[in-house]
């Protein structure tokens, strides 16, 4: 599923639209599900979500593309933040705000 | 921790703040039944590696597969929504080890669960899982560990450092036997160090580890005694990860340089509880339904006890696991890799137990393949002759209800057997210390007690120490020390039991 997923996908970014209606019309609604899931991770995995709060979205949203390179970018401001950044690529979520640090000190904390 | 620690603690951090973002590997979860997660994403997660819902509790990944991995939710509360965040620590299972936990009842992950709060100080964190200590690491085992049954030291003597199997069916006394070693363990016989002892009960009633548990306070073991619990109303994942807690605390023992001894209690529920565990994560079920590795999971459990060099500090642990069999089939799946993983096994049986031999050890099918050479010379010398005269009796015990047909030396042998049985015959909770073991074997196994009468064995066994303690103190003095007793000391002995035993015929 995960490659029919991908093959969902041309190079540049847009729907295959060969592929998806095939897949539309031949697969079952079990496989169905299955698919709609494959599609969202590989959507994630193109995709790189950036909330931002301060900063203007050109500065940073340069500077993350520099980072991942071939990739479509989805800038949008989280004032619940506080203050930073945080970036998700696929599973790899990297946090730079001023909340992901508080909930960090507080994890640690609690631990203690 | 009081307040004004905490406000500190949040002071000097704040003041430290150092904010350099923090990279996760996160997935959601996709399903969730019989605490088993099924989650998308964590495509940097590793076999063994835990990983955190959002809400802070804690996951074991236990498969991973192309699309989704597998997690085991450790934790009783299995209330997960569909779609809650998780993401990868980087971390393995540890648990918190250190002398605080001496006296108390804890769960796999080091909870308390004796009702008393619980505060370990100065530890360690230990992994579960472990890679067992390699061959150069080790040496060979050589010092005894003196369960105080006669039966056990006497025909399967278990050393530091072994595995040592106990397998029998329900009620012929397993637990009782190594209740009796760990209590046993509160004296120094030899003057060998102190052992270290952890109990890991395994899918047992509550009430069963509360009486086991209260024996050991009432005879005051539990000060050098770890209890590790996973009863039988847990979740399978706590059964399966308790002997692995249970044999990390043992380790730490061990890489001190002590003595450690760990009982697993027993192995069956634990296969079962892996088994349980594989049919919820949908891998191939072979033999029995158990899962193709269930040969692994005991051999890398057992494998890690081990007797140090002395490089490696000379600490040692020792491994009791127990099985439990159905209709006494020893050759049934389970019973038959755990014995060819181990050391050695001491089998009891149910007609023995029924017709009143306790400990029921069947000496036929017991074996300890080490242990022999870590008996003290004293009872290396009394033991060898106990044991021929004992595989005598035993090979012609079938013959002894035609008794009036036999020859008078068939005739005497059988007598002498049926003492040695008799003195091998011992209560509950009350183990035995090298000397007395000595006197009592060496009694039987050269005839001594020939002409005291069966039913007058048992008082002969409680008064005679008493009696060579009194008026003969120089000779248990020499035999105490475990070195081989000389012609002359064979003699002294021989002549004082004799005379004893004169008086209670």
Redesign the interface.
Same mark, same amino acid.
């Given at each position: 599923?995960?490659k029919l997923a991908a093959l969902t996908f041309t190079p540049e970014g847009e729907i295959n639209e060969m592929v998806a209606s095939l897949a539309l019309s031949n697969l079952r609604r079990s496989q169905l599900k299955?698919y709609l899931?494959?599609l969202r991770?590989e959507m994630r995995r193109r995709r790189v979500y950036v909330a931002l709060s301060g900063g203007t979205e050109s500065e940073v949203g340069g500077a993350v593309g520099e980072r991942y390179p071939g990739k479509e970018l989805a800038v949008y401001r989280d004032d619940g933040l506080g203050a930073?950044v945080k970036i998700s690529a696929?599973?790899?979520?990297?946090?730079?705000s001023?909340m992901?640090?508080l909930k960090?000190?507080l994890?640690?904390?609690?631990k203690? | 921790?009081k307040a004004e620690d905490?406000v500190r603690?949040?002071e000097e951090?704040l003041l430290g703040?150092e904010?350099?973002? =923090?990279?996760?590997?996160?997935?959601h979860v996709?399903s969730v039944g019989d605490g088993i997660i099924r989650a998308?994403?964590? =495509?940097?997660a590793g076999y063994g590696e835990l990983v955190e819902l959002s809400d802070?509790r804690l996951g074991l990944v236990m498969s991973l597969d192309?699309?989704f991995a597998s997690i085991l939710l450790l934790s009783e509360d299995s209330k997960v929504p569909e779609g809650m965040e998780l993401?990868t620590t980087g971390t393995l299972l540890s648990l918190r080890v250190s002398d605080d936990l001496f006296g108390r009842v804890i769960d796999p992950f080091g909870g308390s669960l004796d009702g008393r709060p619980l505060s370990v100080t100065n530890y360690t964190a230990v992994p579960l899982e472990r890679i067992a200590p390699g061959v150069t690491q080790r040496a060979p085992v050589e010092v005894p560990l003196k369960t105080g049954i006669k039966v056990v030291d006497a025909l399967t003597p278990i050393g530091r450092g072994q595995r040592q199997l106990i397998v029998g069916d329900r009620n012929t006394g397993k637990t009782a036997l190594v209740v009796d070693t760990i209590i046993n363990q509160r004296s120094r016989d030899l003057d060998l160090p102190q052992v270290v002892c952890v109990y890991c009960a395994i899918g047992q009633k509550r009430g069963s580890i509360a009486r086991t548990v209260a024996k050991l306070a009432e005879e005051r073991a539990m000060g050098y005694t770890i209890v590790v619990a996973a009863s039988s109303s847990t979740p399978a994942a706590m059964q399966y990860l308790a002997p692995f807690a249970a044999c990390a605390i043992g380790e730490y023992f061990m890489e001190k340089g002590l003595d450690a001894l760990v009982v697993y209690d027993d192995l069956s529920k634990h296969a079962w509880a892996y088994r349980q565990l594989s049919l919820l994560l949908r891998r191939p079920a072979g033999r029995e339904a158990y899962p193709g590795d269930i040969f692994y999971l005991h051999s890398r459990l057992l494998e890690r006890a081990a007797k140090l060099s002395k490089a490696k500090g000379g600490g040692s642990l020792t491994a009791l696991p127990i099985i439990e069999t159905q209709a006494g089939d020893i050759s049934a799946y389970i019973p038959t890799n755990v014995i060819s993983i181990t050391d050695g096994q001491i089998y009891l049986e149910t007609d023995l137990f029924n017709a009143g031999q306790r400990p029921a050890v069947n000496a036929g099918l017991s074996v300890s393949r080490v242990g022999g050479k870590a008996q003290s010379k004293s009872f290396r010398q009394v033991s060898g002759l106990m044991r021929l005269e004992l595989a005598q009796y035993q090979s012609l015990a079938a013959f002894s209800q035609f008794g009036s047909d036999l020859d008078e030396a068939t005739q005497k042998r059988i007598n002498r057997g049926k003492r040695i049985v008799e003195i091998l015959k011992q209560p509950q909770f009350s183990p035995l210390g090298d000397l007395e073991q000595v006197i009592s074997i060496h009694a039987a196994g050269s005839g001594l007690l020939d002409d005291v009468p069966l039913e007058k064995i048992a008082e002969f066994e409680s008064r005679v120490m008493d009696h060579l303690n009194t008026s003969h103190p120089d000779l248990c003095r020499k035999i105490k020390g475990g070195a081989r007793m000389d012609d002359a000391t064979v003699n002294e002995l021989n002549e004082a039991v004799a005379a004893f035993a004169k008086t209670v015929r």
């Open positions: 599923m995960n299955s899931a494959a991770r930073g696929g599973d790899d979520i990297t946090d730079a001023v992901g640090y960090e000190l994890g640690e904390i609690s203690e | 921790m905490l603690q949040i951090k703040a904010v350099r973002p =923090s990279v996760a590997n996160v997935g996709v998308d994403g964590l =495509s940097r802070g192309e699309d993401k």
